[in-house]
């Protein structure tokens, strides 16, 4: 068999290409053509230059998977469509129930996915869009990334901002029609999977094969900073749903989120600056 394998290089905090080196060990007897897919070109030509029955690997993390499925929005794809993870979060991995080190088809993930609407342009979403806290992570996370030799600590660029730096918002939520509004805001991602963040679980029964397809939005609303993080590590079990009072999960087909001031927004960890509202589509 013939595989493409398209890598990042950069995933994995620079070592994509290295662990992609090890698929040589993995898929022996077949044929691997390497590509570095931050050089590619065109995935038009891309495609239409590889026989139909060549299979393609990409190789990353969760934003690699999100580039992919997003340039590739709108090109017929007829090759099966593989993953192997060199990310460090890798929640779409983990939500699949797989575990790093094997090669694993995505067609059926990657087909029918949710759209969202942010600041008039639409991606297309795998695992879920992040808005408040986690939006402010990524946004300080990318600062930090562009100091030399700064190593990035999400756990306690939360911390601190729950504490110090973040104010939760006070929200409009609309699913399917119906409105409701919620004060003291901290996070209202909406979830086409379980996970994000490198393994939080806001909205826990959610699932991304489900028919009808439906999408869940946690609204971590409703206290001050000392309650939202002494409460805040429980998102990592999935417990945090037991307190009820703070933590409510919605579920639809199209969900609509306004903050009444604007804050960094993100999509499968790709940050969006100034954001006061967005839409997400099953």
Known sequence: MKYHVLYNPYAGNNTGKKETETLSGILTGDE?????????????????GIAQE??????GGDGTLNRFINETCGIEIKNSIYYFATGSGNDFLRDVGEEKGKVICIDKYIKDLPTATVKGKTYRVLNGVGYGIDGYCCEVGDELRKIPGKKVNYTAIAIKGLLFHFKPKNATVTVDGVTQSYKKVWLAPTMNGRFYGGGMIPTPDQDRLASPKTLSTLIYHNCGPLRALIVFPSIFKGEHVKKTKMCRVLTGKEIHVRFDKPCAL??????????????IKA
């Open 32 to 48: 691997l053509v390497f590509c570095d897919m931050t050089r590619l070109r065109s995935y038009s030509e891309f495609f239409a």
């Open 54 to 59: 060549d299979r393609v690997i990409i190789s």
């Open 266 to 279: 993100q999509v499968d960890g790709e940050t969006i600056l100034d954001v006061t509202e967005y839409t």
